[in-house]
């Protein structure tokens, strides 16, 4: 949300990124900080009742915006969001399927 979480964001090591939303909460918004650095974008209802497959509702964080927070963190981070996926899946099969990694 402001430029210091970002810069928070910028300066974690590697091997501690894990990503999530604020679902269904908060999407990002064009007052946030990392706003500038979101590329993907959805078709949107203005109403939960008019919601439709393929849709997301204004204003309401849906799974699908995990992108969007990748997108932020990549660019933050000076690096391709493709990249930066494979680093955090590799984090997240670490802390949830220890097992597994």
């Known amino acids: 949300r402001t430029p210091e979480n970002l810069e928070v964001v910028r300066q974690l090591p590697?091997?501690?990124l894990l990503l999530e939303t604020d679902?269904?909460?908060c999407s990002i918004?064009?007052?946030h900080a990392g706003h500038g650095h979101v590329r993907s974008?959805?078709?949107e209802v203005k109403k939960p009742e008019k919601w439709e497959e393929g849709r997301c509702v204004k204003d309401r964080c849906e799974p699908c915006h995990l992108r969007q927070v990748l997108e932020v963190v990549a660019a933050v981070r000076e690096t391709?969001?493709?990249v930066l996926a494979a680093t955090v899946l590799l984090?997240?099969?670490s802390v949830f399927f220890p097992s597994k990694s």
């Open 14 to 16: 590697e091997e501690s």
């Open 23 to 25: 679902a269904p909460w």
């Open 29 to 31: 918004k064009a007052t």
């Open 41 to 43: 974008k959805w078709e």
């Open 80 to 82: 391709e969001p493709e």
């Open 91 to 93: 984090n997240t099969m």
